[in-house]
């Protein structure tokens, strides 16, 4: 191989190299936005998450499409949206039984379920016992449905 080839080669070798370390920097950088996107949207979530918030408000807020932020949210957080609002109000509902001497359909109330069944009913399903019988077990004995 001649000194021209080899110079050729070389110059092809590393102008491939330096467009694979930009698009490494590109999809790192996109990721790094993706990850600032969702604590951003967790954060929010964390401040109005007894507002029945949905994904479509947060995409209006935050403008991008419900898909995108569906597909970003679910990577990035390891959860649904729904999941994550739902886990959200039971540790709150949590921490408010154990906290509180408030009854448990007051908590259900400050924590934006209007359906007291409901709220038991995704309650029990989470935490493997109702309301009543985890604040029994954790906190105060009063229930007062």
């Not at 609002?85 to 408030?102: H, P, V």
């Not at 399903?125 to 077990?137: D, T």
Request: proline share 1%.
């Amino acid at each position: 191989m001649n000194t021209g080839n080899f110079e050729k080669m070389m110059q092809r070798m590393l102008k491939h190299f330096n467009e694979t370390v930009a698009d490494v920097r590109s999809r790192l950088s996109m990721e790094e936005k993706g990850t600032r996107l969702i604590d951003k949207i967790k954060k929010y979530i964390h401040q109005h998450y007894c507002e029945n918030l949905q994904l479509s408000d947060l995409s209006e807020r935050f403008n991008f499409s419900v898909g995108y932020l569906s597909t970003l949210f679910s990577r990035e957080t390891g959860m649904t949206f729904k999941e994550y609002i739902t886990m959200l109000w039971i540790e709150r509902a949590k921490q408010e039984m154990i906290n509180s001497d408030k009854c448990i359909y007051e908590i259900c109330e400050q924590l934006g379920y209007n359906n007291l069944e409901h709220f038991s009913r995704i309650f029990k399903k989470i935490v493997r016992c109702s309301p009543s019988v985890y604040r029994q077990r954790h906190g105060e004995a009063k229930s007062c449905f």
